[in-house]
């Protein structure tokens, strides 16, 4: 038999989200064809919601049932996450996230329990940084502690030092101070209007949230090693500056780990809609795509304006109007007659492929709400960004891509909204002097990741060091 640390066996587990699930798949590949047998954990809610909205001919009950025929070595469990199946996770988010610090857990330690009993060779937790329970659990099973965190490092550093900014009275105090953040290891400077939202809002939260986020920082310190889908040459003096507090290893973007082929594991939560057909007719690089995400909410009254704003800009669109945008159940929140004015100019769509839409060469600017997932596909396909970032990392991430990066624009510099910005700013990303700017520094960003990935790239080699460093610590835990 070969020896624990020869094939480690890991069992991963992806906080429930489409931004989280996607990357953990990916990395779950990865390590497989490098050698490792992974046991990959959904909560039954989504596995429900990705085997509903796969094409009926590839539903399956195991997700990785193809990926296994290819030979790696995958297994696939669902557990439940302390609610019924019925249940709707994002009209009552509060209940859900007191349910995943309180009640996840136990069902996870059970599952893990009776894996850990029947298979000694399993040596390795990977977990999203998003739970506040890994170390318990890994500690009880003697399993090799690894915390997977799937926004940019300048994110995790920020909420790493949670303490400082209280200390400073930057955070939590009565009265935040307004000035510039310049004591965050490995940060130049921040202004508090660029933190990430639970942390500029405190008192406008739910108590779950800010005790989620303090109970994940405090977990990850205790974690063995700290995966981040981010690249080393995007963030360097950030990596750098965690690098010297835990083992962490820039992996990212995952979903090139395997180089950039079509995954045949399905992870969508919802069905797609084909738009390759429609993209067709219109010119090179004319198309605006508009999507925020798995996540965000936004108000009737910006959805009113951004719909406006679109039909004034007179660009073709692609808008990806999630069901459930507005957190409630109201579907009717477009202007009247915005479907017969766009006619063949915009097409509105519940879910489609993103990375088939922005790889599309009709397609020329993404007007994103900066969720971390698709700022890394948009730099690979060299598509620039109009950010609206909506809440969490979002407002953090938009920070690196227009201040720091150079690769998109604000939508609105003020709040609310206003539909004659959206049209100009709309323009100035499709077309003219500011549009070849940011396509110019797209390159330079897109060579640095087209880098990374490579063979001899720098997330190539720190997955392998986080192997071979994992390998050390499975023969030092001994299970
Ligand atoms: O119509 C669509 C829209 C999105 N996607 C995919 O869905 C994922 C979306 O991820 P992301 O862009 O990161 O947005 P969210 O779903 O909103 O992700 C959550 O998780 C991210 C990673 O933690 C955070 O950065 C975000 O702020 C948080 O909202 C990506 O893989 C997209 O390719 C599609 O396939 N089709």
Not at 306 to 324: D, K, N, Q
Request: charged share 20%; proline share 5%; net charge negative.
């Amino acid at each position: 038999m070969e020896d624990a640390q020869d094939k480690p066996h890991a069992i991963m587990v992806p906080c429930p989200l489409q931004g989280h699930v996607v990357p953990f798949v990916h990395l779950a590949t990865k390590l497989a064809s490098n050698g490792f047998t992974i046991t990959f954990i959904n909560t039954e809610k989504i596995h429900l919601q990705i085997t509903k909205s796969a094409p009926t001919n590839t539903t399956q009950d195991d997700i990785f049932t193809e990926a296994r025929k290819s030979g790696l070595d995958i297994h696939y469990a669902t557990i439940n996450d302390g609610f019924p199946l019925g249940f709707d996770r994002f009209l009552n988010s509060e209940q859900y996230m007191e349910g995943l610090i309180h009640v996840f857990p136990a069902h996870v330690d059970n599952f893990v329990g009776k894996l850990v009993l029947k298979n000694p060779q399993v040596t390795c937790l990977i977990a999203d940084t998003f739970f506040v329970w890994p170390s318990m659990i890994a500690n009880k099973y003697n399993l090799v502690n690894v915390s997977f965190w799937t926004e940019p490092a300048m994110v995790f550093t920020i909420y790493y030092h949670l303490n400082l900014l209280k200390i400073n009275g930057h955070y939590a105090s009565h009265d935040n101070r307004e000035d510039a953040i310049d004591y965050i290891p490995g940060v130049d400077s921040i202004e508090p209007k660029d933190l990430p939202s639970y942390l500029q809002a405190p008192n406008t939260i739910g108590v779950a949230v800010r005790m989620i986020y303090k109970a994940i920082f405090e977990d990850v310190k205790e974690a063995d090693f700290v995966l981040c889908n981010t690249v080393q040459e995007l963030e360097p003096k950030t990596i750098s500056a965690l690098q010297e507090k835990q083992p962490f290893y820039p992996i990212g973007p995952t979903f090139l780990l395997n180089g950039f082929t079509k995954t045949t594991v399905a992870t969508s939560l919802w069905s797609h809609s084909d738009c390759t057909q429609w993209l067709q007719s219109k010119p090179r690089g004319s198309v605006l795509y508009v999507s925020f995400g798995s996540l965000a909410f936004c108000s009737k009254e910006d959805l009113a304006e951004l719909a406006h704003g679109l039909l004034l800009s007179e660009v073709s669109f692609i808008w990806v109007l999630r069901p459930g945008i507005l957190g409630s159940d109201d579907t009717d929140f477009l202007p009247v007659g915005f479907e017969d004015e766009i006619k063949d100019r915009g097409l509105v769509v519940p879910w489609c492929c993103q990375i088939s839409v922005i790889s599309h060469p009709k397609v020329g600017g993404f007007l994103t709400h900066c969720g971390w997932n698709s700022i890394l596909d948009t730099i690979w396909f060299n598509v620039p960004m109009l950010c609206y970032p909506l809440f969490t990392d979002q407002i953090t991430n938009r920070k690196l891509v227009v201040d720091d990066w150079k690769i998109g624009l604000n939508l609105c510099d003020r709040k609310p909204i206003r539909r004659d910005e959206i049209a100009e700013n709309i323009n100035r990303l499709m077309s003219g002097k500011s549009a070849n700017d940011l396509k110019k520094n797209m390159e330079k960003i897109k060579e640095k990741v087209e880098n990374a990935v490579s063979s001899a790239g720098s997330s190539e080699k720190n997955v392998k060091q986080f192997i071979g460093d994992l390998k050390v610590k499975i023969s030092q835990v001994g299970r």
